[in-house]
């Protein structure tokens, strides 16, 4: 196994930038903010861990890029921001890919990301993909194919034998193909790589900086390695883009993790696999609500 350790001067390089106007730009955050993200750069800290490489078959070592820090996000032309009238992100089930997202696509999406079941093949030499995102059109497209436990048994076919009747009110999402269980891990699975694409989208590259959703993956077992949620140095990219509080942020996705639970701690959706990030979320509030100045 490598890890992949930059020095703590060149991650700050990329998270500040050499532009005097963006290092302005980041006197802006909170003090609690900028604590959180350049501590998270330090080596041994608790909250952001360096990228591991576990085989030639990853990511990294496979697909040469060059970092993106966040000056080079910030000055790319193609790079996209919501703005008024084209701000509402879009999440389609679909059948039929990129050609059918470009002709539903609403007038006022910022972005419409399709999901699917069928397993995703771009190109014939490729042998499949989790997702593909389109940056210039705001489309993307992503497969759970893959995510479902039984999908690499041999009995496993991706379509139905005999087509289900639906009652009067049922909806498929996926009409004629296996839907499998949707699992605390399936949904984790889905999450990552939704918000990885949706990433792309924004303008973001495939990280390697240090442990983020934004890395790339070439198979389950390192997607499953990377965590759900940014890097300091990705982080502010997406909230350049936007504008939020990050505590805020995080408030919000913790919500979402506890949204539904009864007395009995029960969720109306299956959330246990995300027990690891919902502490890592109240770590992080605590050092952002430390200092609100």
């Known amino acids: 196994m490598q890890v992949i350790e930059h020095p703590v001067e060149r991650l700050h390089t990329a998270l500040l930038s050499t532009r005097k106007d963006l290092i302005k730009t980041f006197q802006k955050f909170s003090r609690a903010e900028k604590t ?9 800290n608790s909250l952001f861990s360096p990228i591991t490489i576990h085989s030639d078959s990853d990511w990294i070592p496979s697909h040469p890029e060059d970092p993106q820090d966040f000056q080079s996000f910030y000055i790319n032309p193609y790079r996209r921001s919501p703005k008024r009238g084209h701000k509402t992100i879009y999440i389609q089930t679909i059948g039929e890919l990129l ?5 539903i696509k609403p007038s006022d999406a910022f972005c419409i990301v399709g999901i699917t079941m069928i397993d995703l093949y771009p190109k014939e030499s490729w042998n499949f993909v989790f997702g593909q995102a389109s940056l210039t059109k705001g489309m993307g497209v992503f497969s759970f194919a893959r995510y479902d436990d039984h999908f690499y048994e041999r009995s496993y076919t991706g379509r139905l034998k005999k087509k289900i009747e639906l009652k009067q009110g049922d909806y498929s999402v996926f009409e004629n193909y296996y839907t499998p269980p949707i ?12 918000t990885h694409e949706i990433g792309h989208i924004f303008g973001m590259e495939h990280c390697q900086w240090l442990n ?26 997406l909230q350049s883009a936007i504008g939020f509080k990050i505590a805020d942020r995080y408030k919000a996705l913790l919500h979402w993790i506890e949204d539904g639970a009864d ?16 502490d890592w979320f109240y770590k992080c509030l605590r050092i952002l609500e430390s200092d609100t100045s």
């Open 263 to 278: 007395s009995n701690g029960q969720h109306s959706k299956p959330t246990q696999a995300f027990q690891e990030y919902k």
């Open 183 to 194: 699992t605390s891990v399936l949904l984790l699975r889905s999450c990552k790589t939704l």
């Open 212 to 237: 983020c959703v934004m890395q790339g993956s070439n198979h389950l077992q390192e997607s499953d390695r990377r965590t759900l949620v940014l890097c300091p140095i990705c982080l502010r990219k």
């Open 99 to 103: 050609n059918f997202l470009k002709q």
């Open 36 to 44: 959180l993200l350049e501590d998270g750069l330090l080596p041994g």
